[in-house]
C-alpha cells in the first residue's frame, strides 16, 4: 500500500501544476512544462508523431513537453480543449485536417480552422484505393466492371474523413456508384478487404503497404498531385482525368490570441527539429514520413481546405 | 525447430529477462491501479523501447501487456475495484470471496488461471497461428453480429432465478452503449448537445463506478445507519491457499475457458473483457454450483482470469501472420515492431524467422516470469485485507478519481463514474444484478454494427445471416441457449 499511497501523494501533489495558468512573460518562454494535446487516441499515428515532436521539441525548448490524449467527438474535445485553454504558448494542438478542418465542416463544434495558428506541418500522407489482388487488376477495369453492376461493389470507410471524401469523390467523377459501408477506423477497412467481406478500401498508402509488398492487395490509385515514390506503379487519379486529391496531413498549432513571440519561438524550434536528420529518421522508422511545411503556409492550408472539402461534403 | 535453441539463449540474456521483469511489474501496478489502462501503459512505454534492441523492447511491451492483463484481478479481488475493463469479471466472484475470507485463495485461483490462460494462448500461437488467422478472417460484419448475439444471450443464463431484473439490466447496458457518436455515421446520439458526452460512457468510468464507488455508497449508507455489522463487513483474515479439491474444480474451467479465449482474440475487434465476460457465462452455465456465481464462486474467477488472459497471446495471431492489430495494445505493438525495421506479415516469417522465433520464446519465458512474480508478490498483495474499511474506501475512492482524470484529462468523466456509483448502488439495493449490464454494454456495438454493416452489404437483405455458415451456426446456438435457458426457468431452477 506504501507505493499507491505514494503514487496517490504524488498525483495530488502534480494536481495544482497541470491545471493551473501562469501568466509568463515571452521573454522567459518557456518557463515550464509545455502540454501537447493530442485529439486523437493514445498509440496512433498522430499519438506518435505528437510524442517524437514533443520528446524532441522538449530538448531545444528546455522543458519538459507533456502528451496528453484528449479524445472524443471526431477530435472536437481536445482541439475545443487547446483552444480554451489560456493563450500563452503554454497548450499545443497537435492537430489534423481530421479534427481541425473536417469536424467543423460537420457540425457546430465551438471552433473554426481559422481560430488557430499554425506551428507547422510535419507530415502529409498518401491516400490510395486498394482492393484485394485476385480483383481488378486496375482502375480502368475497377470503372468497367462497375459501370456493368451499379451499386454492387463495397468499400470501407469511416464516413466523412479524408479517404471516405475522396473514394467518393473519384465514383463521382468516374460516374460509377459504388455503395459505402461505413467502418469504425481505417484498419477494420483493410481486414474487411483482406477477408474478402469487402471490395475496396481507401486508406493511407502506410497502413497498406505491407498488404501491397506481400501480392496480398493491389493499389489502383493514388490521390496525389504526383506519384508516391513509395508506390511508384501506381498511377494518381489525375492521370486518368478524375480531379480527386486530398492528403491528410498532422501538425502543431496553437490557438489564436497567443503572442507573436511566443510562436515565432515554437516555429523555429519545430523546424529546426523537422530537418534534423535523426528525427527524421525515427520517423520513419515509425511508418510516417516526414513532410514539413513552414507556419505560414501551413496556416494557409486551415482555410484552403476547409473550402474544398466543405464543397466536396457536401 | 532449429531456430528454436539459439532463440532461447537470446531470450535468457540478462538485459532481456530484466526488461521483461520491469514491464511486468510496471503492467501489474498500472493494472492494479483502477482508471490507468495497459493499452496507455503501453503507448508511453513506446518510445522508451525505440532505444532498446528489438527484442528487448517488444520483450518488455509484452511484459506491460500481460502483466497488465494480469494485475487487473488483484485490485478486483482485494478492494472491488477492476483494474482494467478484463477484470471486471473477475470482481464479481473475487471480492464476494474476500469479504468471506477467502482472499488468499481468490489471488491464487487468479493467478494460477491468468498463467494458464497465457500460456495456452502462447502455444496456439505457436503452433495453430495461420490456421486460426484464416479462421479469424472469415469473421465478416454478419459473422460479427451471430456471434454478439450468441454472446448475448449469456445475459438469460446469468439472470436465472432474477430474470425480469436481468433482462432489465442487460437492456439498459445496451442503451447506454449508445451513447455517443454513431459508431458508423458520425451522428451525435443522446448526447443532449453536451460535446464531452460525443465519445460516449468511457467502460472504464462505468467499470469502476458501479463496481468501486457503489461499494463505498453502500458503505458510507450502512456506516451511517449503524448497519455495519450486516452490510460491508469486511473478513480481516486472508485465508488459505488452494486445496487439492479446488485445483479439481478449477482446472477444468481454466483448461475450458482458455480456447474460447484464443479464439476471440485472434478475431479483431472483440477483446480480453469479452473473453472474461464470456466465459463467465459459459461457466456458469456448465457449473454444478450455478447458484454461488456473484456471491464468491472460484470458477467465477477462475473462467474470467484464464479467459482474459487467453487474450494476450491470441492477439498476435492476426498482427504477425497478417500484419493486422486487432485492438489498441497490438496496433501500438505494430508501432513497436515497424521502428525495428520488423513488418509484421506473412513476409515476417520468412524474412525475421529467427526474431520470430525469439518473439515465441519471449511470449512463454513471460508467462513463466509473471507466475513467478506473481506467486512472490501474493504475501503483499494479500496484506490489503487488515485495512479496515473506513481507512481502504476514502483511499480507494481518491486512487480511483485519480486514476480516471489521469487516463482521461476530464473532469467530467469523474462526473460520469461518480453517476455510475449512484446507478451501482441503487442496482444493488433493488437486486439488479451487474453482469448483465456490463456485458450489454460491451455488446451493444459489436451488434449494432455487425448488423448495419451485413444490411448494406446484402443491400437489405436478412438472407446474409443464413447463408453464411458461422453466422448460421451461431444463431441457431443463440436460439438453443434462449430455449434451455427458459425451460430451466419454467422449471423453477433458482439460483
Known amino acids: ?314 | 525447430m532449429e531456430l528454436i535453441l539459439p532463440a532461447i539463449g537470446e531470450v535468457m540474456q540478462p538485459i532481456n529477462l530484466a526488461v521483461m521483469t520491469i514491464g511486468l511489474i510496471i503492467g501489474m501496478a498500472i493494472g492494479a491501479i483502477p482508471g490507468l489502462n495497459v493499452p496507455l501503459a503501453v503507448a508511453i512505454s513506446l518510445p522508451i523501447t525505440f532505444h532498446l534492441a528489438p527484442l528487448a523492447g517488444i520483450a518488455m511491451l509484452v511484459g506491460i501487456y500481460k502483466g497488465g492483463t494480469y494485475g487487473g484481478s488483484i485490485s478486483a479481488i482485494l478492494i472491488n475495484v477492476p483494474g482494467t475493463p478484463a477484470a471486471g469479471a473477475t470482481a464479481l466472484d473475487g471480492y464476494a470471496l474476500t469479504q468471506q475470507g477467502h482472499a488468499s485463495k481468490a489471488l491464487r485461483v487468479a493467478l494460477y488461471s491468468s498463467f494458464t490462460g497465457g500460456l495456452i494462448s502462447d502455444l496456439s500461437l505457436i503452433m495453430f497461428a495461420i490456421p486460426v488467422a484464416m479462421l479469424a478472417l472469415k469473421i465478416g460484419p454478419a459473422e460479427n453480429f451471430a456471434l454478439g448475439i450468441l454472446a448475448l444471450t449469456l445475459i438469460g443464463v446469468l439472470s436465472e432465478g432474477n430474470m425480469v431484473k436481468g433482462l432489465i439490466a442487460g437492456a439498459f447496458g445496451i442503451l447506454l452503449s449508445t451513447v455517443g457518436l454513431d459508431p458508423l455515421n458520425g451522428e451525435t446520439r443522446l448526447t443532449f448537445g453536451l460535446l464531452d458526452l460525443s465519445g460516449g460512457f468511457q467502460f472504464i468510468s462505468l467499470i469502476i463506478g458501479v463496481f468501486a464507488i457503489a461499494e463505498a455508497f453502500a458503505l458510507a449508507h450502512a456506516t451511517a445507519g449503524r448497519l455495519v455489522a450486516s452490510v460491508g463487513q469486511r473478513v480481516s483474515a486472508a485465508g488459505k491457499g488452494m486445496s487439492a479439491a479446488d485445483w479439481r474444480l478449477c482446472l477444468p474451467v481454466m483448461l475450458r475457458a482458455a480456447p474460447v479465449g484464443v479464439f476471440i482474440g485472434a478475431v479483431p475487434g472483440l477483446g480480453s473483457a469479452i473473453s472474461a465476460f464470456i466465459n463467465y457465462g459459459i461457466a456458469r452455465n456448465f457449473s454444478r454450483e450455478p447458484e454461488k456465481f456473484g456471491k464468491g464462486s472460484l470458477e467465477g474467477v477462475a473462467a474470467a482470469e484464464s479467459g482474459n488472459n487467453a487474450v494476450c497471446g491470441s492477439t498476435f495471431i492476426p498482427l504477425l501472420t497478417l500484419g493486422i492489430p486487432g485492438d489498441t495494445i497490438t496496433a501500438i505493438m505494430l508501432g513497436a515492431f515497424m521502428v525495428h525495421g520488423l513488418i509484421p506479415g506473412p513476409a515476417l516469417f520468412t524474412a525475421n524467422a529467427d526474431f520470430v522465433a525469439a518473439f515465441f520464446v519471449a511470449m512463454l519465458v513471460s508467462s513463466i516470469l509473471m507466475l513467478a512474480i506473481g506467486r512472490l508478490g501474493l504475501p503483499l498483495f494479500v496484506q490489503a485485507v487488515r485495512i479496515p474499511n473506513k481507512v481502504l474506501f476514502p483511499i480507494v475512492v481518491a486512487l480511483c478519481m485519480t486514476g480516471v482524470y489521469a487516463s482521461s484529462s476530464s473532469y467530467f468523466d469523474l462526473y460520469v463514474m461518480l453517476g455510475f456509483g449512484l446507478l451501482g448502488y441503487g442496482m444493488k439495493r433493488f437486486g439488479f444484478p451487474v453482469a448483465p449490464l456490463l456485458i450489454g454494454f460491451i455488446l451493444g456495438p459489436i451488434v449494432e454494427v455487425g448488423l448495419r454493416q451485413s444490411l448494406i452489404i446484402s443491400r437489405g437483405s436478412l438472407e446474409i445471416f443464413v447463408t453464411r455458415p458461422i453466422a448460421l451456426i451461431c444463431l441457431l446456438l443463440a436460439a438453443m441457449v434462449v430455449t434451455w435457458v427458459a425451460i430451466r426457468q419454467n422449471r423453477g431452477i433458482k439460483s
Do not use: C
Open chain 1, 1 to 314: 500500500m506504501k507505493t499507491t499511497r505514494r503514487i496517490l501523494i504524488g498525483a495530488l501533489l502534480a494536481l495544482p501544476l497541470a491545471t493551473h495558468a501562469f501568466t509568463v512573460s515571452a521573454q522567459q518562454y518557456p518557463a515550464k512544462p509545455i502540454t501537447f494535446i493530442v485529439p486523437w487516441p493514445a498509440g496512433g499515428t498522430t499519438d506518435i508523431i505528437g510524442r517524437l515532436l514533443g520528446e524532441a521539441m522538449s530538448k531545444e525548448l528546455g522543458q519538459p513537453v507533456a502528451v496528453v490524449n484528449r479524445v472524443g467527438g471526431g477530435g472536437a474535445v481536445g482541439t475545443k480543449a487547446a483552444f480554451d485553454a489560456p493563450k500563452d504558448g503554454y497548450t499545443v494542438l497537435v492537430t489534423t485536417s481530421g479534427n481541425h478542418v473536417l469536424t467543423p465542416i460537420k457540425g457546430n463544434v465551438g471552433y473554426q480552422p481559422d481560430d488557430f495558428i499554425g506551428i507547422g506541418q510535419i507530415s502529409s500522407r498518401t491516400l490510395i484505393l486498394a482492393t484485394k489482388s485476385d480483383r481488378w487488376k486496375s482502375a480502368r477495369e475497377l470503372i468497367a466492371d462497375a459501370k456493368a453492376n451499379p451499386g454492387k461493389f463495397t468499400f470501407g470507410a469511416v464516413p466523412n474523413v479524408l479517404p471516405f471524401l475522396v473514394a467518393s469523390g473519384f465514383a463521382r467523377a468516374a460516374d460509377i456508384k459504388l455503395t459505402h459501408v461505413p467502418q469504425t477506423g481505417g484498419a477494420p477497412g483493410v481486414t474487411g478487404v483482406l477477408g474478402g467481406h469487402l471490395d475496396l478500401v481507401p486508406e493511407s498508402l502506410e497502413s497498406v503497404q505491407q498488404h501491397l509488398k506481400s501480392g496480398a492487395m493491389r493499389g489502383l490509385l493514388v490521390f496525389n498531385e504526383a506519384r508516391d515514390p513509395a508506390a511508384p506503379d501506381v498511377p494518381t487519379a489525375k492521370e486518368l482525368g478524375f480531379d480527386v486529391v486530398g492528403n491528410p496531413w498532422t501538425g502543431l498549432a496553437v490557438a489564436k490570441g497567443t503572442p507573436e513571440p511566443i510562436v515565432a519561438r515554437l516555429r523555429d524550434v519545430m523546424a529546426k527539429v523537422a530537418k534534423d536528420p535523426a528525427f527524421v529518421a525515427t520517423v520513419e522508422r515509425s511508418g510516417a514520413s516526414v513532410e514539413y511545411l513552414d507556419g505560414p503556409a501551413f496556416t494557409a492550408l486551415f482555410s484552403r481546405d476547409f473550402e474544398k472539402f466543405k464543397a466536396a461534403s457536401q
